[in-house]
Structure formats: C-alpha cells, structure tokens
C-alpha cells in the first residue's frame, strides 16, 4: 500500500494490527469477514508471522524493546493516513504502548481510557471482584519482604504467584505453583526488587475447567458477548491456550462479567478468564485483559466476530446484531508438540480426535492464507533439527 496520506473520506479507516504473533494473525483474519478493511501490521519482525499473510497491505517493523523506536514508528503511521484505528493483540504491552503514549496522535480512533492501565493489574482486578460480589481467591500482593512474610503465614498451600501486570517490571511474565511458604520465599524473595507479585490461593481443577467471557463493550453496555473454555494449554496448568472451543451461554459468567464492566464503564474488547473450582463449584475470576485473547478467531467462526465488531464501531459503520452459534475448536499444533514431549502429557490426544468431527480452525494454518504456516513450519523443522544435532 502506498503511504501517502492513504485514507480519504471514502476509503475506511486503515486497521492497524499491534503485534505480529498468532493473535495478530487471528484478529487479521477475522477481520477479513470484511474484504474491504485495508490492513496494516506493525511489531518485531524476528519471530513474527502476522506480517506474511495475504491480507496484509503494509508493515511496519519495529524494536519493542526500544520504547522510542516505537514511538517513532507509531507516528510515523499516524502522519501516514488520515483515519487510523489500532487494535492491540497479544499482550498487554501493546495497551499499555497506546495508553501511556507521550506522542499525540492525530489521526488515530481509539477508545483505550487511561484508567484501563491500572485495570491490567491484579490487584485492581481483585478489587474490583470484591466491589462486583464475584468470586476471587485469596490473594496477597507482595511488594516486600514484610509482604511475603504475610503471604507464607495467611494463604494455604501450594499457591499461584504472578507478576502484578503483565505490562510492567523487569522481571519476564511467569506464574508458578509452590507447594511451602520455604519455596514461596526461596522463588520470588530475590526478585522483590524488579517486580512486584499477586500471590493466590490455586483453584482446583482441570485446564477445562478454565472458561473465557469475550465481549465487544460500548460505556459498559455489552454489544457482542462469546462463551468458550480452554481444554489444554501450553505450557500445562498455567499457560496460553492449546485447545479450545466455543461453549453455550453460561449465564453466571455474563452476570459477573457484565456487572464489572459496567462498573468501570469499559468500552472496546475484552476477554475475562474464570476457573470453575471442583472443591465448591464456584467460579472465580483469574484475570481481566482489556483486549484481543489468542484464540478469539474461535468467537469469529461461532458467528461472534468480536474483532469486526470493534472495528466497525470506530469506524462508524452500521453495526451488526451477533448471536452465538455453532460450535468451534480452536488447534495450536505447537501446544500440542510440546505437551507430548516436553511435559509428556497427552491430556490433547481426546480433544483432538474430538476436533477431527466438528468445525475447527489453527492457530496459523488456514489453506485461504498459507504463507505463515509454511514459515512457522520451516522456523520449526530448522530448530527442531538443530536440537536434535545437538
């Protein structure tokens, strides 16, 4: 696509695809339930595959490990078009890129508050659970030594910590079980310095006990609503979906998700994770992400296209009515892969066999846009050899 001020009053506002992995890529297929929605893609190039689709028009490398690299290419984008609307996926950190940006940007359509930076921390979440009457388990946000002491007195074991926001400090995402309040220290005492932690009581259950209220908001008011769970994940227990599928309406989780949405007023997409515990049976909220999940391509094929939804409001076009239907499962080969052989767990081998007899999609492979599945699948086979050498 020429980058001369593209846009004009006729043309629809130019989507802006943040971030180049496998949610990147669903959201880009998603969206092209509207072939005239013109694409760009901007992320690191290393290890992307966005980028290589066939509906991409434009892309737009950049170090996300240089902020003003970023920045710079950000408004590079915004001096490019006149109408652009950016739609993060993948992590937080492209949320909070937009929200905290110190760079104006003229002609960009969002609707990101800046309250919803604080909405990716944990102990706002919890919060805000408390205020809404939705199950959470007892957490303990550990800042300091005096905190953890707290944590390895109050909470039982085995416990889940995790990094407050998965946008902030220094220290890499990661969520780990301890079975002892000695294990618990000797894990994250050395690290209290770089990042602080949530640390929770673990809700018992299996990964298909883990379900996903997805929505499309406007002021609080929900205009597209998804139900699904996860099966499998990768890693196991505590990771990003492996296999997944659309589900029907399961009416607690609108309750409690809508009510904590209202609250805060939230507008755009979100996808809020609970875990049904097999001790009492409830369900507890995990976490809120104020933005496209992984397998939200599954929403789209279960006739809930929560991406277009959210395009086509910026964007000023008539907006359209969904109902779920149907049923979807959503395949990640690589999950798959590495449940078998580096966790040796075949907890997939049934949910796959069950994917064989009912609609499904992949992560990346789709025969309509094949150029990133062939390079995922030569990255693969090149490291996998290289391993095997070695």
Same mark, same amino acid.
């Given at each position: 696509?020429?980058?001369?001020?593209?846009? $004009?009053?006729?043309?629809?506002?130019?989507?802006?695809?943040?971030?180049?992995?496998?949610?990147?890529?669903?959201?880009?297929?998603?969206?092209?339930?509207?072939?005239?929605?013109? /694409?760009?893609?901007?992320?690191? %190039?290393?290890?992307?595959?966005?980028?290589?689709?066939?509906?991409?028009?434009?892309?737009?490398?950049?170090?996300?490990?240089?902020?003003?690299? *970023?920045?710079?290419?950000?408004?590079?984008?915004?001096?490019?078009?006149?109408?652009?609307?950016?739609?993060?996926?993948?992590?937080?950190?492209?949320?909070?890129?937009?929200?905290?940006?110190?760079?104006?940007?003229?002609?960009?359509?969002?609707?990101?508050?800046?309250?919803?930076?604080?909405?990716?921390?944990?102990?706002?979440?919890? /919060?805000?659970?408390?205020?809404?009457?939705?199950?959470?388990?007892?957490?303990?946000?550990?800042?300091?030594?005096? $905190?953890?002491?707290?944590?390895?007195?109050?909470?039982?074991?085995?416990? *889940?910590?995790?990094?407050?926001? %998965?946008?902030? =400090?220094?220290?890499?995402?990661? /969520?780990?079980?301890?079975?002892?309040?000695?294990?618990?220290?000797? #894990?994250?005492?050395?690290?209290?310095?770089?990042?602080?932690?949530?640390?929770?009581?673990?809700?018992? =259950?299996?990964?298909?006990? !883990?379900?996903?209220?997805?929505?499309?908001?406007?002021? =609080?008011?929900?205009?597209?609503?998804?139900? #699904?769970?996860?099966?499998?994940? %990768?890693?196991?227990?505590? =990771?990003?979906?492996? /296999?997944?599928?659309? !589900?029907?309406?399961?009416?607690?989780?609108?309750?409690?998700?809508?009510?904590?949405?209202?609250?805060? #007023?939230?507008?755009?997409?979100?996808?809020?994770?609970?875990?049904?515990?097999?001790?009492?049976?409830?369900?507890?909220?995990?976490?809120?992400?104020?933005?496209?999940?992984?397998?939200?391509?599954?929403?789209?094929?279960?006739?809930?296209?929560?991406?277009?939804?959210?395009?086509?409001?910026?964007? #000023?076009?008539?907006?359209?009515?969904?109902?779920?239907?149907?049923?979807?499962?959503?395949?990640?080969?690589?999950?798959?892969?590495?449940?078998?052989?580096?966790?040796?767990?075949?907890?997939?081998?049934?949910?796959?066999?069950?994917?064989?007899?009912?609609?499904?999609?992949?992560?990346?492979?789709?025969?309509?846009?094949?150029?990133?599945?062939?390079?995922?699948?030569?990255?693969?086979?090149?490291?996998?050899?290289?391993?095997?050498?070695?």
């Amino acid at each position: 696509m020429n980058s001369s001020k593209q846009n $004009d009053s006729k043309q629809l506002p130019i989507a802006l695809i943040l971030g180049t992995g496998h949610c990147a890529l669903g959201t880009i297929r998603s969206l092209k339930a509207n072939p005239d929605i013109p /694409i760009i893609v901007m992320g690191n %190039r290393e290890k992307g595959l966005a980028q290589h689709s066939r509906y991409v028009d434009d892309y737009y490398p950049c170090d996300q490990n240089d902020l003003s690299n *970023v920045y710079r290419v950000l408004k590079k984008i915004d001096d490019s078009y006149d109408k652009v609307i950016p739609i993060p996926t993948g992590s937080d950190f492209w949320v909070d890129v937009m929200i905290n940006s110190p760079v104006e940007f003229k002609h960009f359509i969002t609707d990101l508050k800046p309250h919803y930076s604080d909405l990716m921390k944990k102990s706002v979440q919890q /919060i805000l659970a408390e205020k809404c009457r939705v199950p959470y388990p007892a957490s303990i946000e550990i800042k300091n030594k005096d $905190d953890l002491g707290t944590a390895c007195e109050t909470l039982e074991f085995p416990c *889940v910590v995790k990094p407050v926001s %998965r946008a902030s =400090g220094t220290v890499p995402f990661r /969520i780990r079980t301890y079975k002892t309040p000695d294990q618990l220290k000797g #894990g994250i005492q050395g690290l209290l310095n770089e990042c602080d932690f949530l640390a929770s009581d673990l809700i018992p =259950g299996p990964d298909k006990n !883990i379900y996903t209220y997805g929505s499309f908001a406007v002021k =609080g008011e929900v205009k597209a609503e998804y139900f #699904g769970r996860k099966l499998t994940q %990768r890693p196991m227990h505590f =990771g990003v979906a492996g /296999i997944a599928e659309s !589900i029907y309406d399961v009416p607690q989780l609108r309750t409690y998700s809508t009510a904590m949405l209202k609250d805060i #007023g939230f507008s755009g997409i979100s996808q809020i994770e609970f875990k049904k515990s097999t001790r009492d049976g409830k369900f507890y909220l995990m976490e809120i992400n104020p933005r496209i999940w992984l397998w939200m391509q599954a929403a789209a094929e279960s006739k809930v296209n929560i991406a277009l939804a959210y395009y086509s409001h910026l964007a #000023g076009l008539r907006e359209k009515k969904y109902h779920q239907s149907g049923k979807c499962m959503f395949i990640s080969g690589l999950s798959m892969f590495d449940n078998t052989f580096r966790e040796k767990d075949l907890t997939w081998l049934p949910y796959y066999l069950k994917s064989r007899f009912t609609r499904h999609i992949y992560s990346i492979k789709d025969r309509r846009d094949p150029e990133p599945f062939r390079i995922e699948r030569r990255r693969f086979l090149k490291k996998f050899i290289r391993k095997t050498i070695n």
